[in-house]
């Protein structure tokens, strides 16, 4: 475990923002380091793939079921979208996990190719904003984890630092939730392309959050958040 910075919010919380890529997502939640995790849909070798089958066992939820949303989110939906993942079995130390929007996703192809261009930063800060949101709001998580959202392999220090604006930005909303941790994890990361998160707590006050328009929907009985893009 590795901590980069202590992000301090205007309203006087402080979130630890730090990185682990060494460990395993199941040995993090296990040692309660992690209660939920925002993982990109792509599946196969990647983190979801790597940690799908303790996903299902840890929330009650079938594994195809997982893999099934995940490929529906990637290959066949047009919209910018999460899917809430929330624990079934109400044990265990992981409340949810969300299954976010990425560049390898058909929803990206509007911005930009996947690996051919340089991050398109509005759609990475959005998913991300999202994505904490979610995670804090609706499944009431305080230490939160995030593997990559670029392609396999074309992770960008762009995409980090859309991350953290979105964190920061968060944190500083007076009825946010308070979030402990924030952990990038998992593979296709490494610590240069993090090297911006340490300016954080200078540059908290240049840029502000502008609200985007979702909507709600189920598929099956989880639920799809949505962005209205326009």
């Avoid at 395993?24 to 792509?42: A, F, K, M, P």
């Avoid at 999202?130 to 230490?143: C, D, M, Q, W």
């Avoid at 992770?155 to 964190?167: G, K, M, N, R």
Wanted: proline share 3%; aromatic share 12%; charged share 20%.
């Amino acid at each position: 475990m590795n901590w980069l910075a202590e992000l301090r919010s205007k309203e006087g919380t402080a979130t630890l923002v730090g990185y682990d890529f060494y460990s395993s997502i199941e040995e993090l939640v296990r040692q309660g380091h992690i209660d939920c995790c925002i993982v990109s849909t792509e599946d196969g070798f990647s983190p979801l793939g790597a940690s799908r089958h303790f996903f299902s066992s840890e929330l009650g939820i079938i594994e195809d079921d997982i893999s099934s949303l995940a490929d529906w989110n990637r290959f066949r939906n047009h919209e910018i979208s999460l899917v809430g993942l929330p624990n079934k079995r109400l044990t265990g130390n992981l409340k949810g996990v969300v299954l976010a929007a990425s560049e390898t996703s058909k929803c990206y192809e509007q911005f930009a190719p996947a690996f051919h261009s340089s991050p398109y930063r509005d759609f990475y800060y959005n998913v991300a904003y999202e994505s904490i949101a979610y995670s804090t709001k609706v499944l009431g998580a305080k230490n939160l984890a995030m593997s990559h959202l670029s392609g396999s392999g074309h992770f960008h220090e762009d995409i980090a630092t859309c991350v953290a604006e979105a964190l920061a930005h968060f944190c500083d909303i007076a009825d946010s939730p308070s979030i402990s941790s924030f952990l990038f994890v998992g593979c296709c990361i490494d610590p240069s392309h993090l090297s911006g998160i340490q300016r954080l707590n200078f540059e908290g006050d240049v840029t502000r959050h502008r609200n985007i328009r979702t909507k709600t929907s189920r598929r099956n009985e989880f639920e799809i958040i949505s962005f209205d893009w326009r």
